[in-house]
């Protein structure tokens, strides 16, 4: 019979190390189906975070196509996405390092189709009648004004690129129909992002390849569209938020538009990067779809004929790229709270599932999983916003008899995106040593609909801060969590949301800012195009209302910040840059309170590398260890950290 020990919150000893989740995971994403055979992308911190093609084929099973040094991913618009994409024995995929497209057929090695290294490539489609691949372009080379957006083509035999469709400031998502003769694709244009405003547009491709006049299909000013995409029979399909949610629509043969099911649930995700697919053809009559609900996602089909929903009823809660066979086989990543997400390959009409590959292949006892708790609670102006809360679980402890145990709130980046419900081993090594955590989806995050989504409108920096804060608050007024050792931790976006609510509410006791801005000015000034007017929306015009982005920023108000933090950042970091971390580092540091600031050279926004990941996720607990006064049951490196008596 297992005797737990009794122990303080948050000094239990967990098998969940940072050594074992860099060392036995990996990242995947990005699905292609080629005929029988499935290809994804994995990542891998262990090679320093390069990204390379695996296959798997039922003869063969699973092997890796990229060979090193090259990596798998494009620049575009900094986040990247749709990097690669297969033609029969011939894969075409953007290349770290240098940007340029590769050409690889199997199995001979890859070879350079591209020269120019100011150019980003993304969303590649392959136009095989008029041999050339058809992508999002996004040039860098001028140097007297803002990187400029077309669609190119680009010829398979010579390299020549040639620009098809210009003007607008961001394009994405070009899609070729089934015969060859008709381009659609999105563009959008400043101060707009894609999850705003986006117009969805068709053209005729003439006889030399060039593109015909356009016609709109979809899409204003307060219409977000979607992943289009064409059905076997032609027939244009993508996703809108006309009705408050993402739903899918179908373009007719006589220019009219129609639902395909109404229903309060968004089956699109936000353009963050290129390439996501959240529905598929698996059949000419039947659509294959994820969609999510309360924050969780689930698989349906759609009957295109008669446009019957059926829920596909699964265990996983998180699912994305979406992929299907002709033969009624859907392929996506999937996860659960207690599984490693996976790489699952789906029979629609058997129920029959075989998992391809894992993120990781180990198992981990239930007795230290922590499984989320779906919240809803009250927050300002008698709205509702949502969380999930992971309470402390470790089999082999419990805590002294009337503690409770400390909390770490965590505010997601984006601002516009969510907190998803898989297996995070980053969340289980806190929960599994006795901390509680609260993954908000404050106002702004998708997933509840659009008018949710528009509570950030205007406010960001308030809104969010006050829903961290109120959702905090909950916890402590139902005893569930200790009110004295509240943190807050968030990364990019959600580290601006840390750095906020720390600066300007006085719950939070310590914070972990990872790669988190902290004056909105400098944002505003020295950010990459796709996200240089993303503030207008957020905030308010810039320079003109220049007085409400001084009175958000953190930097400018560190008297009102009484409570240690650490900071987290990439030194290559062009999305918030190096000089955002350092200022406040060095204000709080004048100021005499608690501080460390630990950098990484060779990353940029978000850490790739294994010792990068493991060295973060340690020196934040080694820095909460030594400010609420607990020890640890394991060794961990210690780091400096300014002013601690």
Known sequence: MNTSQVAAYGSWKSPITSNLIVSKTIGIGSIVVNGDDIYWLEKRPQEKG???????????????ITPSPLS????????GGGAFIVEQDTIYFSNYSDGRIYQQVLPKPPQALTNKVQQRYGDIIVDPSRNRLICVCEDHSPRDREAISTIISIDLSTGRIRNLVTGADFYSSPRLSPNGEWLAWLSWNHPDMPWDSTFLWLAKIDHDGSIAKPELVAGSKAESICEPQWSPSGALYFASDRTNWWNLYRRNQDGSVEILHKMAAEFAYPHWVFGLSTYAFAGRDRLVCAYSTNGSWHLGTINTKTKQFKEIKTKYTNISDLRATKTGLAVFIGGTPTETTAVIKLDLDTGQEQILKRTGDLTINPGYLSLPQAIAFPTTDNFTAYAWYYPPVNQDYTAPAGELPPLIVKSHGGPTAAASVDLNLRIQYWTSRGFGYLDVNYGGSIGYGREYRRRLDGKWGIVDVDDCVNGAKYLV???????????????????????????FRNIFKAGASYYGVSDLEILAKDTHKFESRYLDRLVGKYPEEREIYQERSPIHFTEQLNCPVIFFQGLEDKVVPPNQAEMMFNAIKAKGLPVAYVAFEQEAHGFRMSENIKKALDSEYYFYARIFGFQPAESIDPIEIINLN
Request: overall charge positive.
């Open 477 to 503: 007024n139902q005893g569930k969590v200790d009110g004295e050792r509240l943190v807050i931790t968030g990364s990019s976006a959600g580290g601006y949301t840390t750095l906020a609510a720390l600066t």
């Open 72 to 79: 798998v991913r494009s620049k575009i618009h900094e986040y």
């Open 50 to 64: 390069r990204n390379l093609i695996v296959r798997y084929s039922k003869q063969r099973g699973i092997k890796s």
